[in-house]
């Protein structure tokens, strides 16, 4: 079946603009996430949605990062007058639920952010 | 608070002898486990999940994980390595919702 699909694969934008990531999760998936991988800092969480309520945004870096989720399925993630140090890979994934069950969480191929 | 320590950054071994790649945890109330594989260029798989059911796990492509709660450690194994092995190495624990992941490690299989 489809796995999770993330649009576009590659984004080079300049200092300042901003930028719109998208993220289809598995059917069926409630939960979806938001990874940040770069050089620098690893593997960081930035957000999760149950639904469309995101019960966890501690991860956000700063308020020019933003998500939003309709449906109960697709969605973005939006920077706001990028910089340099925003340049990494944004991975989504998505997990039939959240919880103590340790639901395993399915992950997109990412897109590739380089501001330049 | 929750981490994930991977012992080594790299691991080099040769093709056909076994594999090793160390995880130590710290959780504050029984942890669900993960470890993920990522190639070049490509999105992280699920290998193996522990969820407090079997202290040893089995995986894809002949991995497995063993859940030691002494020694707060999941280590992943492989009995014999392929090239195709070759890839970067996440083990994962989970909070209920989010993952925190270690820093990961980069496996080499020379011929």
């Known amino acids: 079946g489809a796995g999770v699909s993330q649009s576009p694969s590659n984004k080079v934008t300049e200092k300042g603009k901003d930028v719109e990531l998208r993220c289809d999760p598995i059917?069926?998936?409630?939960?979806l996430y938001w990874y940040r991988q770069s050089l620098g800092q690893g593997l960081e969480f930035l957000i999760y949605?149950?639904?469309?309520?995101?019960?966890?945004k501690s991860g956000l870096p700063s308020d020019r990062f933003s998500a939003e989720r309709t449906g109960g399925s697709v969605s973005t993630l939006t920077i706001q007058r990028t910089q340099q140090e925003d340049s990494a890979v944004y991975l989504c994934a998505s997990s039939l639920g959240t919880g103590t069950l340790g639901y395993e969480q399915y992950f997109g191929p990412g897109t590739r952010l380089t501001v330049t | 608070a929750q981490s994930v320590t991977q012992l080594d950054s790299h691991v080099s071994v040769s093709e056909g002898t076994p594999v090793l790649l160390r995880c130590n945890y710290s959780?504050?109330?029984?942890?669900?486990l993960f470890w993920y594989v990522q190639h070049p260029n490509k999105g992280l798989q699920l290998l193996l999940k522990y969820t407090s059911a079997a202290t040893l796990v089995k995986g894809i492509n002949g991995f497995e994980a063993e859940f030691k709660k002494s020694e707060t450690s999941f280590h992943l194994t492989k009995p014999s390595a392929h090239m195709s092995d070759a890839a970067e190495y996440f083990c994962?624990?989970?909070?209920?919702?989010?993952?925190?992941f270690g820093t990961g490690t980069r496996l080499a299989v020379r011929p």
């Open positions: 949605f149950q639904g469309n309520s995101a019960p966890d």
């Open positions: 959780s504050s109330y029984s942890p669900s």
């Open positions: 059917s069926g998936h409630t939960a």
């Open positions: 994962a624990l989970s909070s209920g919702d989010k993952l925190t």
